[in-house]
């Protein structure tokens, strides 16, 4: 116990090294730091030793242990079911959905501290417990709140650089390019540059996840305030959080049941254990010690694919021609007959489905309370309820889809509609915010437990068929 101590306070004080040399850049901003509370540093810090020999300790125990088979079914099935990442944030249970460190959505929206008045968790409140296990106190909560808020500014080429992306270009690709960019600010790279110690790795890695997620929503803003609006982006206010500054920025600062949408938003979409490509390709990037800038923005160019995060746009097309299609008849016969046309023509019925759920997704249902409560009356909405109803039904006659239910996707475009963020291209942008708040700190923990570089095994279908003793 002695020896796991001091080890704490020696990560301790060499991970603390990027926060001095930065320190005066704070000056009175870091308010955020108090006698009385740790710091979500401070915390992790202690926990990383602990955890480092829990690793050790099963590894030697049981490396050995055969944690199950592979077929090839899943080979050129996209992986799916084959046991071979290590993601700590959460587990994804295909009939229960997503856990966030053990929690349901239902017990972080009870447990994780709120804004003032607010009924929603602060994201701030879940990227703590992602990183650490651990329900922060709303003081801790505010003072992350207040940390991101001090690191928030963005570079003036950065704001340049978005500024010469035509305005047709896809907001997600001048997202990920504004990330990318974020690279000339790195202190992981700078510091590995020099020469650093491994166990130094991931004290940097934090001090450049924090300095990017802190960035995030002025980038996000930008690029829809140029693309859809005047331009202007309001600054950052200081004392409020990471939610509210998104929404204001984007614009609707004054609604609080936009600004609470945005607290929801961010909360739910943050992580759905490490498989899905955003958390697997930040992950993989990452293991080539590439800087969370490089690694995240490696993880939002697979959000943009249509089969990823794009399908909420996709979703939000989708009822759209649907709505002009049926107009006002919200009937069952309607809705059925609309669904079997969609898949008459071959194509999926965006926003249903999952690779892994084999239920209504958690993360759908909270959205759709979250309406019930503020929009009941909305047309969209009751559109999108009436889907609900049947789809499954039509889908699981169909017989071609093994889970007939809503996911995520299915319902999040029509409350951003409903509160006048009506463009659907830029949806995926907002997701990407939220899904850094996810990845980032598995990374931290990749460079902290000392994951090596990824590097399955591949073949070619001739040595697969000799494997399994396959003539072709």
Known sequence: MASALRASRLALRTSLTPSIVRSATYNGLRCYSTAKTQSLKEVLAEKIPV????????????????VGEVTLDQV???????????????????????RFRGK?????????????????PLPEGLFWLLLTGEVPSEQQVRDLSAEWAARSTVPKFI???????PSDLHPMAQFSLAVTALEHESSFSKAYAKGINKKEYWGYTFEDSMDLIAKLPTIAAKIYRNVFKDGKVAPVQKDKDYGFNLANQLGFGNNNDFV????LYLTIHSDHEGGNVSAHTTHLVGSALSSPMLSLAAGLNGL?????????????????????????????????????STLKAGQVVPGYGHAVLRKTDPRYVSQREFALRKLPDDPMFKLVSQVYKIAPKVLTEHGKTKNPFPNVDAHSGVLLQYYGLTEARYYTVLFGVSRALGVLPQLIWDRAIGLPIERPKSFSTEAYAKLVGAQL
């Open 260 to 263: 609470e949408l945005m607290r």
């Open 51 to 66: 955890e480092q020999e829990k690793v050790k300790k099963l590894r030697k125990e049981y490396g050995s242990k055969s």
């Open 76 to 98: 050129y099935g996209g992986a799916r079911g084959i046991k071979s990442l290590v993601w700590e944030g959460s587990v994804l249970d295909a009939n229960e959905g997503i």
């Open 104 to 120: 349901t959505i239902p017990e972080c929206q009870d447990m994780l501290p709120k804004a003032p008045g607010g009924e929603e």
């Open 159 to 165: 704001e340049e650089l978005i500024d010469r992306c």
């Open 304 to 340: 943009a694919g249509p089969l990823h995060g794009l399908a909420n746009q996709e979703v939000l097309n989708w009822l759209t021609k649907m709505k002009s299609a049926i107009g006002n008849d919200l009937s069952d016969r309607a809705i059925t007959d609309y669904l079997w």
